[in-house]
């Protein structure tokens, strides 16, 4: 115990003068020594620690750390190679500034970020349009009128001709509810049912024609209006023939698997807060069941349309602004930019001056083209999402990226989609499975595409010029010859071509055709 005692007593007073004196390295070798001749081995001792680290804090200048840290200054030659290296790679970029590599506006360098060029090309559009729209209104001044615009739908305010018609087409819609019925329990036969539908279908095109020739008081835009509700009303009921139809053939075969597009179970679905019921033929055959799909934005006829959780009411009143909107600006882009257009292009057109004609044209085909493209937003989108909404219609595409059309068959299939696919289902894929030829069943699409257009057009005009047919057919040679000589971008611009001329051409020929058979003169 002496012994120790006697150890400790040095060993202790060596470590105060240490703090005192600061002097690390003889601490290490005093003790290193006492302990070593002792023959015993150090304790570990909390005390040593903490005695380095307050004798490396006390040393002002830094001395004891960066002895322990880099013994022998071995930690500034570590840092050498990467600081050559940098200074190699600065000399290296200031020596070479040049890199293989293409232009932007080249095809081979893969640049496709143009949205720059793009808000240019908007930018220019806006400032063109914005000094013809001024030039529109020194020369002519305000020609808006609201009251011109009822107008054009009433000359009678006491005669309601259009607005009658469109109420009677409901016993069209009547007639085909109950023959369908009366072919699901089978009171009449197949043969009778198609000639009951097929006088409905004709009576359907016939009747609103007739009225809109011989009625006195029905005007060129009641006319198209209530024509456009009967053809809309006869591709509908069409396509609700032809789906009941298929039902009923499923059913006689005793078919175990059905499909979808024909018919469901009857279970009930959840959607939200709504209840939607999945009915099987002839369950579906009820007025409420008609009516859904009278009102509905298809075409195409289905047992279970697809449909919405619920209604969003905000969504809903933004296509209401839309379509309010859209419609004033249509009316008044019509009355103030194009009537005047149309009326001087008159006396070229009677003169037969080609420049002149040309030249008018071409004035034509912005106001046109502008209001087109207006009337496919407030239609397709506005009008078509706002029924879809309130009917909680679950089938939104009423089109496609037609715009990037790079033939003319694909811009037809993309641009009406609900015309798309009715024409595919019922008439076009029909043909095929007879084996008619491709083409001769796309010019048939043609044929009757072509035969609505001049429907809408020439009777409500109450002339018969065939301009709308021949536009319509003219779009077969048309789509051969983009399709085999024109590919990508010149495809695309051949189809924009096609709509911002071929519209105004129509335009003229029909109004020059109607001023001069009904005023005699043009103005």
């Known amino acids: ?61 830094g001395k004891v750390q960066r002895e322990k840290e880099m013994p022998g200054n071995q930690q500034p030659a570590t840092n050498s190679p990467r600081k050559e290296r940098s200074t190699v790679e600065d000399i290296n970029v200031r020596l070479n500034c040049h890199v293989l590599q293409e232009s932007l506006l080249s095809s081979a360098s893969g640049y496709s970020n143009y949205r720059g060029i793009l808000n240019w090309c908007v930018v220019m559009l806006v400032l063109s349009n914005a000094r013809l729209f001024l030039e529109n209104l020194i020369k002519y001044g305000i020609l808006v009128d609201p009251i011109q615009v009822v107008s054009l739908f009433l000359k009678d305010p006491y005669s309601w001709p259009a607005a009658c018609l469109i109420i009677g087409s409901n016993v069209f819609v009547i007639a085909a509810l109950y023959t369908e019925r009366r072919l699901a329990v089978g009171t009449i036969s197949e043969t009778t049912g198609l000639i009951l539908h097929i006088f409905n279908l004709a009576a359907m095109l016939i009747f609103p024609s007739a009225i809109v020739l011989t009625v006195t008081s029905m005007t060129p835009v009641g006319g198209v209006l209530s024509l456009g509700v009967y053809t809309v009303l006869f591709l509908k009921l069409y396509s609700y023939k032809d789906t009941n139809r298929w039902c009923r053939e499923i059913r006689q075969a005793k078919a175990k698997r059905l499909t979808r597009s024909y018919s469901c179970p009857s279970v009930a679905r959840s959607n939200g807060s709504a209840v939607h019921t999945h009915v099987s033929y002839p369950g579906n055959l009820t007025h409420r069941d ?42 008044g882009l019509i009355q103030q930019w194009m009537v005047p257009t149309i009326q001087n292009s008159m006396k070229p057109f009677q003169e037969m001056d080609f420049s002149r004609m040309m030249e008018r044209l071409l004035k034509l085909a912005v106001p046109n083209h502008l209001i087109w493209l207006i009337f496919f937003y407030w239609f397709f989108h506005s009008s078509m999402n706002f029924v879809a909404e309130l009917l909680q219609f679950g089938d939104r595409e009423f089109y496609r990226d037609w715009w990037n059309s790079e033939s003319v068959t694909y811009f037809w299939a993309n641009w009406n989609i609900p015309v798309h696919k009715w024409c595919l289902r019922h008439f076009y894929k029909p043909m095929m499975r007879k084996g008619i030829n491709k083409f001769l069943a796309q010019t048939a699409v043609f044929l009757v595409s072509a035969f609505f257009h001049e429907y809408l057009v020439s009777i409500p005009l109450k002339m018969f010029r065939l301009w709308a047919f021949m536009g319509m057919m003219a779009q077969v040679p048309l789509a051969w010859f983009v399709g085999r ?17 071929g519209q105004p051409v129509a335009v003229l020929m029909y109004v020059h055709d109607y001023y001069v058979i009904h005023h005699g003169t043009t103005t």
């Open 485 to 501: 000589f024109l590919n990508g971008n010149y495809g695309n611009a051949a189809v924009w071509i096609s709509l911002i001329i």
């Open 1 to 61: 115990m002496s012994d120790r005692a006697e150890m400790r007593g040095p060993v202790t007073r060596r470590r105060r003068t240490t703090i005192s004196g600061g002097g690390a390295a003889g601490v290490k070798q005093a003790n290193g020594s006492k302990w070593h001749e002792a023959g015993e081995k150090p304790p570990h001792c909390p005390a040593k620690v903490k005695t380095d680290e307050v004798s490396r804090h006390a040393s002002n200048d």
């Open 290 to 331: 008609m009516y859904y799909f009278v009102f509905a934005p298809t075409l195409c006829y289905e047992l279970n349309f697809p449909r919405s959780s619920r209604i969003r009411k905000r969504f809903l009143i933004r296509r209401l602004f839309e379509m309010l909107f859209f419609m004033q600006l249509l009316v």
